[in-house]
Structures are given as C-alpha cells and as structure tokens.
C-alpha cells in the first residue's frame, strides 16, 4: 500500500481564533512586539484587503489603513489551539503531527476509503473547519514534503507517481529552506523546483549546503522523511455513576475515597504527585458543585488527599442528591518513586508540615503561609527572603561568624529620651514604646556599612553602630545609632534607633 500523507496549513490560525472569541467589524490585526518596535502577526482577510501583511511595522499598517483594530498576541493560546486542532484532526488519521506553528501532517494511508476517496476526505475536512471560522488549506501527496508545499501553494491532491510533476511549477522556497538559499537559487536562475530535479546532487550540495539536497530527496521521496507525532499527555482524572443519588456527607467521602484509590494509581503510574485536585459532584437537577483542594507538595497519598476535602464536602448542598462524581488532578508534577525502610511508609516530619501547609493554605491562600529563607546580605533587612511556604523549600542557614542576631527583627523604631550617651557608648538611659529602660550592660559596637550597589533611603546616612543591650528591666534590645562624620555632637545628641530583640 502506497503512503499517503495529509497536510493542513492554517494561514490565518491566530486572528481566526481571535476573532472567534471576540468578533470586530473591519480590518484586524494581531501584533506582537519585536524589539522596541510593534509588528503585524496576523491578520484578518479584510486587512489583507487593505495591503497589510504580515510582519509590517504597526506604525505603517495604521498610516495605510487608520481603522485598523488591534489586540497583543497570544503565543500560548495560538500554540493550544494547534494542538487542540492536532486531537480533532485524529477523526481523519491515527497518526497525526505538528508542522510547524501553523500547519499539521497526517499520515493517512489506508484510510481515504472510509471517506469515499481522497477527493471526498478533503472535502469533508474544509467543510468542517468553514462551519468553525478556520481558513485552512490542504493537500495529499506521497511525501511529507510534497504535501507541505503543495498545502502551502494551493492545495490540491497529487496523485502516485507524480511528484517531480506536480512540485516541478512550484517555487524552490516551498521546499522548507532558509530565505538565503531560496535568494541565492533565484540570482543563479533556479526558480522552481523542476530546475532542480535533474541536477546532479553533488554540486548542488557544494555550492548550496546540503540542507537543499536533503529537502529535494525528501520532497520527491527519494530519502524518508517520518511523521512523529507527539505522546499525549496522560490525563488524571476519574468518575463514578451512582445507581442511586446520595447526601449525606459520609456517603460522599466514601465515593471519593474509592476515586481517589484509581486517581493515586495513575499518578504512581505516570510517577507523578498532584499539586491541586478538583472535585464535581453532579446533583439530581444537573447543577455541578465543585470543591478544589491545592497541595503544598506534589502528593499521591489517598488518606492524606482525603483528609483536605472534609471541610469543603461539609459545605456541598446536596439539594436532592448527588447522583455522579468526578475527581481530576488539575497540576502536577512528577514525583519519583521512594525507597521505603522496614515496616512500610510512615508520616515524616516533612510530611507532616506539608499537610499543615495544605490545611492552612486552602483557608487562608496558598500566598499567604509564608516562610523565611537565607539571603547572603549583611544588611539586617536583606538577610532573609519571605516566600510562600507551599512553593519554595526549606533552607538551613549559613554558618555565620561573628555577633549573634536578634531573635525578632523589626523596622527601626526612634528612642526618646537618650540620657548619658558618651562618645563611642549607648546611653544609659532611653524610653521605647512608651517604656523606660535603663542600660545594664552594652556589648559593641558592630559596624555595619550599606551595600553602595543598593540605592536604600533607609541607609542613605551613612555606616551604623549596633550595640547589644542587656536592661534592668529584662528585654535584650539591638540598638543603633549613625555616627555623624564630623564628629560627636556637644552633648551627645544624636538619634538612637530600636532594630530588634534578642530572646
């Protein structure tokens, strides 16, 4: 049985699916920024109408056409459309492939007959994309890269055993090589690809780079060319049909603890954790109750998942019954498997915190159960980083030389009332928070001077003098003060400042 190959260009994939969602009346374009400059990605067939295409300057597409609407491009959503097009294209092929940011290719030998013919196939596949608002162009060919340059000039159906024929009037820039070569082919005369069917390979390949030679023999079947279609992404999720409809809260924990035994399966199967689960619980009246769980570490631990949804099963209003359930892992992430010690898995400490993680992150937000982490910096403030908890991990602190640090940390907070300061000593004497302390015993001072690359207005004073002081009434304070560069004022007058307290 001959191959035969299906390829699908979607010239106008983005600005179609665009307008899909939002529909404009008149010229439109999508644009996408390039350096310091906005370009045309895309655009609508009426702005093409206007003489606009596509990668031109946004500032002369609007001087050539002033009503031309806009929007940013989306590279992501026009990458999932593709692929969500890649899985509807399977009615017409078990295998099916990208090709390129725009295109598809699918191997469908052995399969026209099902259609009626090829003729027929064709037919059915643009009827199809018309009634969904998607230019497309199409062809069949023996080759992938015939059909994809037939696709991209026209479209059509080559038959078997007319590749040189039906490429010949084609340019050489359909067979996929770079626009320098395409320009260097043209300067010599070499404008279609019959000029190059009966050139012997050698000089060709010498003087062109053996790129052209290679997409010459694939085009004309003469060197395999596979269609590789990617793997699909496994998908976590399960369902139950309850023969009778339920209420009680019990009854559906019992549902989800069987859903989420097949979930975990799949997941150690695919050696993967889930990150957030979703659950829908189908009521008689065909009203969706769902209930999302998020997890502060990849997990696939049924009691501990289990554990999470207690709360939110409890708040379902069941109405008249629940009558079906539906659980998916909406994020993961992988997860190897562990080696496990004697007497099977058991609840680690680490474990542990990320069930805490999980409960208070899912009532609070997972952006607010924060943690503290290292940060090499001498500057008090800069000394640590605050990061949520369910999205970084711990860290141990450096080892640190020289004075300890105090065991809370706060802004600096002005003392009044500094009485008996001595050049180069705390004063014996301050009030703090409407307090007064007298000074026991200082230890210092620890010289501290800002980071210069760091523009801070906190330290735009200068170097600070941090002293330990130990006061009769019983708390240990950090204290500081900026010593002026001309010298210690009459008196001793200068601002004290309160940074943190030790334990």
């Known amino acids: 049985m001959a191959r035969r190959l299906l390829s699908i260009w979607f010239p106008r994939l ?43 300057a946004l500032a002369d597409a609007r001087a050539i056409c002033p009503d031309l609407a806009t929007r940013p491009a989306d590279l992501a959503r026009e990458a999932a459309a593709l692929s969500g097009l890649r899985r509807w294209a399977g009615r017409y092929a078990p295998l099916v492939a990208r090709d390129g940011a725009d295109g598809l290719i699918a191997d469908i030998t052995g399969v026209p007959h099902l259609f009626g013919g090829e003729v027929t196939l064709r037919a059915d596949l643009h009827d199809r994309l018309e009634r969904t608002g998607l230019a497309a162009q199409s062809a069949i060919a023996g080759t992938r890269g015939a059909a994809h340059a037939l696709a991209r000039h026209g479209g059509g159906v080559l038959p078997e055993g007319a590749l040189a024929e039906g490429l010949g009037p084609l340019p050489v820039s359909a067979l996929r090589i770079d626009h320098d070569t395409a320009a260097t082919l043209s300067r010599v005369g070499l404008t279609r690809i019959a000029d190059l069917v009966h050139l012997p390979r050698a000089p060709l390949a010498k003087r062109f780079g053996p790129a052209l030679v290679m997409r010459l023999d694939q085009a004309l079947g003469t060197r395999p060319e596979p269609v590789d279609a990617e793997r699909e992404a496994p998908h976590f999720g399960v369902r139950m049909t309850l023969p009778e409809p339920i209420g009680l809260q019990e009854d559906v924990m019992a549902g989800l603890a069987r859903l989420l035994e097949r979930l975990c399966a799949q997941l150690t199967h695919h050696q993967h954790g889930a990150r957030r689960v979703l659950l829908e619980l189908r009521r008689v009246d065909r009203e969706t ?10 997990m696939r631990d049924p009691a501990r998942i289990a554990a999470l949804f207690e709360k939110g099963v409890a708040e379902v209003e069941a109405g008249f019954g629940i009558d079906a359930l539906r659980l998916c892992a909406e994020v993961t992430e992988k997860l190897p498997p562990e080696q496990l010690g004697p007497g099977g898995p058991k609840l680690r400490s680490e474990d542990a915190l990320a069930d805490l993680v999980s409960r208070l992150g899912n009532r609070l937000g997972f952006d607010t159960v924060q943690r503290l982490l290292p940060a090499d910096s001498t500057i008090p403030e800069r000394s640590f980083l605050i990061a949520p908890a369910a999205y970084s991990a711990a ?60 523009d801070d207005p906190a330290w735009r004073a200068g170097i600070r003098d941090y002293w330990r002081i130990e006061t009769r009434e019983g708390p240990r304070l950090w204290l500081f003060h900026t010593p002026q560069v001309a010298g210690w004022d009459a008196g001793g007058a200068q601002d004290w400042f309160v940074q943190g307290e030790f334990a």
Do not use: Y
């Open 395 to 454: 860290e141990e602190a450096p080892p640190r030389r020289g004075p300890p640090r105090p065991q809370i940390l706060f802004p600096p907070e002005l003392v009044s009332g500094a009485r008996g300061a001595q050049p180069g000593h705390p004063p014996a004497q301050f009030r703090w928070r409407n307090m007064r302390f007298s000074t026991l015993r200082a230890t210092g001072p620890e010289r501290i001077a800002p980071e210069w690359w760091f």
């Open 14 to 56: 983005a600005s179609d699916t665009s307008l899909r969602k939002r529909p404009v009346e008149g010229p439109f374009a999508l644009t996408l920024r390039s350096g310091n400059s906005d370009h045309l990605h895309c655009v609508s067939p009426l702005a093409q109408a206007h003489g606009l295409a596509r990668g031109m």
């Open 289 to 298: 109750a769902h209930v999302r769980v998020g997890l502060a570490r990849p």
